[in-house]
């Protein structure tokens, strides 16, 4: 007999329905019927995520609906689809889902915080998906899994079936279908894990700020000192989940976060790192989470020890490992925390310009914010030898719903209610720029975090930056003094300045999109060119 449950709401009438499994059930279906899958030597389900190893943004679409419409931030990164397509898309996904002899559903929570948890349902064909998100999500404890009920939000993964390209409003065959109203999701045309993930992140990123709680795509941990709070800021690649697994803080969680009147709350059951040149030497914290429960997605292994090589990057650089927090041995359980001391924005300046770290004030914070700047190596195309830009509001564009003011607003207000502090700490180039310098050493950055949340950085000496007005701490604990200050570390003058305003420009270019929305004192924190 089928589950009436998903019979009369979604139309799903699969007699075989595997429902809140555990690790070891799950290992077993993806072994038995999934290609490829396999177990490490050390215990993680591998498993492939088909041609699409990485999130496709361009396939995402909101469904445009008269009680949220208003509220959107439309565009590229909120591209709309009528009604009339979502009904076609989702009954795709159920016809689909009605061909498999066996579906798992996994229900959880996402966030921390009872007050503004969600309850959700993953309705998946493949057992990885629903041990990914097993992970992803918090686990309910046996007596709230049997009063769970009906979810807020339900996610239909029939990944390996594709959206008809031709249907209006596709770009390709994947699309990924959100229906805040309805509070469903349709993914067609991808298996990879993490866009479940984001969708409920995205999800998430509409429903708190109507409730004046800030979401906000960043790392959380905890000191062991009067319980001292700090975020980490970031886009890909700029160490947000290195850098918050500290040993010597509890780690409320690596990737999702809101703000609330009660302090800060991870929205998620688990973490997903990256696992490229992952070693247990230079990131032990999360190296020592992979074992049995834990997904390793598209990894190279030899295969007759089953050993990882990490650094095998020929499926893809964004191999990626997804397991519980409870894993890490310093997570702090249930992860909720206090309001934040301090806020790092982390940014990767691939161009050698921005300092190792700056005391930020708070309209510099706010510009820094709504700016979200990173910078990507080139070297992908022939022709192309130096660094991009690259700016994601709020350090997170992929994921907002509503126009970037509103979450900067959200930040500053409780910023100034909470008296947190705002540093920018820069893991990129010093020497010069990509090609010419080297990475910043990740002891000395380490060096530099410990300063921040010791207190140490609050009362040294400052200069103040050229380019960008910032104050830049002229010494650090550990830390050589001349890598703190950019110039001091170009060997030709020249190049440093004509770099620095070749980044002054991008940011000022980047920055005409919100001019209209941003106070005078906000742009008047953006960097500028010398007399």
Same mark, same amino acid.
């Given at each position: ?166 249907? *209006? @409003? ?5 699309? =990924? /279908? &959100?229906?805040? #109203? $309805? ?84 929205? *998620? @059951? ?5 696992? =490229? /040149? &992952?070693?247990? #030497? $230079? ?97 992908? #195309? ?150």
């Amino acid at each position: 007999m089928s589950d009436l449950r998903l019979e009369e709401k979604h139309g799903i009438h699969v007699k075989n329905i595997v429902r809140n499994a555990p690790p070891a059930r799950l290992y077993e279906e993806a072994l038995k019927n999934e290609k490829g899958t396999a177990i490490s030597e050390h215990g993680a389900l591998m498993a492939y995520s088909g041609e699409k190893t990485g999130r496709t943004p361009t396939d995402k679409r909101l469904i445009k609906n008269p009680e949220s419409q208003d509220d959107i931030w439309w565009g590229d990164i909120n591209r709309p689809l009528s009604p009339e397509v979502w009904e076609i898309n989702r009954q795709r996904a159920i016809d689909y889902l009605n061909t498999q002899d066996q579906l798992f559903v996994f229900d959880g929570y996402a966030g921390w915080d009872e007050e503004y948890s969600l309850k959700v349902r993953i309705i998946c064909a493949r057992a990885y998906h629903a041990l990914f998100m097993r992970n992803m999500l918090r686990r309910p404890t046996k007596e709230e899994l049997a009063g769970f009920g009906e979810p807020d939000f339900t996610i239909m993964n029939a990944g390996k079936f594709p959206a008809n390209p031709h249907t *209006e @409003g596709m770009t390709s065959d994947a699309s =990924i /279908d &959100l229906n805040i #109203e $309805a509070g469903e999701m349709v993914i067609l045309g991808t298996q990879y894990a993490g866009e479940m993930k984001k969708g409920i992140f995205t999800l998430m990123h509409y429903l708190m700020p109507k409730q004046d709680v800030l979401s906000m795509h960043c790392s959380c941990n905890e000191g062991p000192d009067n319980n001292d709070v700090s975020l980490f800021f970031g886009l890909s690649g700029t160490g947000k989940t290195t850098l918050s697994s500290d040993p010597n803080r509890l780690l409320i969680g690596d990737d999702e976060h809101c703000w609330t009147e009660n302090g800060v709350f991870n929205i *998620e @059951g688990g973490c997903y790192a990256k696992t =490229i /040149d &992952l070693s247990a #030497e $230079a990131e032990p914290l999360i190296y020592e989470t992979i074992g049995f429960e834990s997904v390793l997605e598209n990894v190279v292994y030899d295969q007759e020890t089953r050993e990882v090589d990490f650094t095998d990057d020929s499926i893809t650089k964004n191999t990626r490992t997804s397991y519980p927090i409870y894993k890490v041995r310093n997570a702090k359980i249930p992860c909720v925390t206090g309001h934040p001391d301090n806020i790092i924005f982390l940014t990767c300046d691939a161009f050698g310009i921005l300092p190792p770290v700056a005391k930020l004030t708070p309209e510099q914070a706010m510009y820094h914010f709504i700016s979200g700047y990173t910078a990507k190596v080139a070297g992908t #195309e022939v022709g192309i030898d130096e660094p991009q830009a690259t700016f994601s509001a709020c350090f997170g564009a992929a994921f907002l719903v509503w126009p970037p003011t509103k979450y900067a607003e959200l930040l500053a207000q409780k910023m100034r209610e909470h008296g947190s502090n705002a540093w920018l700490v820069s893991t990129g180039w010093t020497g010069g720029a990509y090609g010419t310098g080297h990475r910043i050493d990740l002891p000395h950055t380490r060096s530099i975090i410990d300063a921040i949340h010791s207190g140490e950085l609050s009362d040294v000496e400052t200069m103040t930056d050229p380019y960008f007005g910032l104050d830049v701490p002229t010494s650090c604990p550990n830390v050589p003094n001349e890598v703190l200050v950019p110039q001091k570390t170009w060997p030709s003058e020249k190049d440093y300045h004509k770099t620095a305003k070749k980044l002054v420009h991008l940011f000022q270019d980047n920055f005409a999109e919100y001019s209209d929305y941003a106070s005078d004192e906000i742009i008047q924190a953006g960097p500028s060119i010398p007399n």
